[in-house]
């Protein structure tokens, strides 16, 4: 069964500093990644998503994370953080159902906190 | 990106009672949605997948009359907790994706059950 791990349940990082946060999953096949970050009141939004091709991806806000089949990792990071980044981030790993559309297993989350 | 709204965005009930959570797709057509549960500082899980006009699929281990599903739209979902206990309490969060969304899943800001 496919699994994400997030190490880190929390991390803090000073403002303008970079930011790497970890993400493992498990998958037979190749997998669909996800990172999405979650604000209080709001709704997860997509940071950015791995499906094929270039394993450094890009993303919104300045993100970008680098997919190592080797290591089986998905690493997210930001090279300057700013203190609006203050979230909980998840990694998510997709499988595919027959409607076509991503199901999707979700590791245990990473709550940055930024320091001035 | 497309916008989903969950009401309410949060409820407190008495235990036996049942509580109805709606989850709306404001700005497209939502083929298939999805309902997630999520503990404090745990991962959001899967409870089922649902499609319009058929029928929800649980996830193992989710009791389908304790959570009564309904896509009757194309732009709403509700999820029904019925005979609520103090257990069910946790945060409820939606998804919604649809044939022009590229597969991305639109999350609802959740709503937080607490049962007395």
Known sequence: ?116 | GAVVSQHPSWVICKSGTSVKIECRSLDFQATTMFWYRQFPKQSLMLMATSNEGSKATYEQGVEKDKFLINHASLTLSTLTVTSAHPEDSSFYICSATGPREGDEQFFGPGTRLTVL
């Open chain 1, 1 to 116: 069964a496919q699994s994400v791990t997030q190490p880190d349940i929390h991390i803090t990082v000073s403002e303008g500093a970079s930011l790497e946060l970890r993400c493992n999953y498990s998958y037979g096949a190749t997998p669909y990644l996800f990172w999405y970050v979650q604000s209080p009141g709001q709704g997860l939004q997509l940071l950015l998503k791995y499906f094929s091709g270039d394993t450094l991806v890009q993303g919104i806000k300045g993100f970008e994370a680098e997919f190592k089949r080797s290591q089986s990792s998905f690493n997210l990071r930001k090279p300057s953080v700013h203190w609006s980044d203050a979230a909980e981030y998840f990694c998510a790993v997709g499988t595919s159902m027959n409607t076509g559309f991503q199901k999707l297993v979700f590791g245990t989350g990473t709550r940055l906190l930024v320091s001035p």
